[in-house]
Every structure is written in C-alpha cells, then in structure tokens.
C-alpha cells in the first residue's frame, strides 16, 4: 500500500513537472521546455528505482533528529557547557601561569619554549627598511641582482 502511494507522490510531481514543461516551451522557448521535460522524468525515475522512498526516510530521518535536538533541554545543557568550555579554555590561554612554570612566557630557560628565529639584517635597513629572515634577504638580493626592486 505504501508503494501506491510513492507512485502518487511521483505521478502528481511529474504532472507538475509537465505543466512547467509546457509552459516553458510556449513562452520561453525549446531549450528550457527539454530542460523541463528532463526535469519532469525524474520522479517517475526515482520512483521505479525506489531512490523517492529512500529520499523520503532520509528526509524523514533528518527532520526527527532535528527536532528531537531543538526541544531537547538535554541536548541545550551540552551545547551550554561546551560554549562555557571554549570560553574558559579561551580566558585560561590569556591568564598567566606561576613563575617558573614550564610554558609559562615568564620562564625563559624552559625546555618547553619556542625557539627564537634568527633575523637578518637586509641591506637596505639603513633606509628604514624592517628586518626580514635570512631565506627572505637571499631573494631579495636575487630580485635586485636582476633589477626587480
């Protein structure tokens, strides 16, 4: 009985599709009218490849975990907590840790800490230029050396 009416469903979808298709052709043109005559085919095909009912659980399915999530107060007390979580995580990375303590910017000597990159100088900073790395003064000198400034 379900299967009669997925063939409803795609029978009236398709006459739709018809009626688009005919008016397309009479105001529009020929090109739009195959495009909707393409158009108008596809139920009839996903209802006699059983695709029409899969895309109906699939929407069915969609929609009932949608709502379940929405009218859920459990599922808004998670969503709280990890709004909370990224935020304490996000004011505990601005806050300061003791002195001394490894990861601490405080702690100079710590095994943890970044190295520091090297800088060259380029030779225009004389002129004001800033400071730029050793890979970026090599390619800097290979562009001037070629007149590109």
């Excluded at 800033?130 to 800097?140: G, R, S």
């Amino acid at each position: 009985m379900a299967d009669v009416s997925w063939m409803a469903l795609a029978l009236a979808l398709s006459v739709c599709g018809a009626l688009w298709t005919w008016y397309a052709w009479r105001n529009r043109g020929t090109g739009p009218a195959v495009r909707g005559a393409a158009l108008t085919l596809l139920p009839i095909a996903a209802w006699l490849t059983g695709t029409l009912e899969m895309f109906g659980e699939i929407a069915a399915s969609v929609s009932d975990w949608a709502i379940g999530f929405v009218f859920s107060p459990g599922v808004w007390l998670g969503i709280g907590l990890f709004v909370l979580s990224v935020l304490l995580f996000g004011i505990s990375t601005r806050l300061p840790g003791r002195k001394g303590e490894a990861g601490s910017p405080d702690s100079a000597d710590s095994p943890v800490s970044a190295p520091k990159r090297k800088r060259a100088v380029s030779p225009s900073a004389g002129k004001g230029a800033p400071a730029i790395d050793d890979d970026l003064a090599d390619i800097e000198a290979i562009l001037r050396s070629r007149g590109i400034s």
